[in-house]
């Protein structure tokens, strides 16, 4: 029995994700690949507004 793959794994489900989440503009363009975790489905934004670090999803 195979396991189903999350939606958000592939690249398109990482940009899903970010518009899910209502990234500002540049939080977006700062994202790494480390950034995002596929299986929980949460991104880390490391330069938020004034610079602080959050984690939403």
């Known amino acids: ?3 189903a793959r ?3 794994a592939s ?3 990482a940009y899903r994700r970010v518009v ?3 990234l500002r503009i540049n939080e977006t363009l700062c994202l790494t ?3 995002l975790d596929h299986g929980g489905g949460s991104i880390l934004v ?3 507004k004034n610079d602080r670090r ?4």
């Open 33 to 35: 690949e480390t950034d």
């Open 1 to 3: 029995m195979s396991r």
């Open 11 to 13: 690249p398109e489900g």
């Open 46 to 48: 490391r330069h938020g």
């Open 20 to 22: 899910a989440r209502r």
């Open 6 to 8: 999350s939606p958000w």
């Open 54 to 57: 959050r984690e939403v999803g």
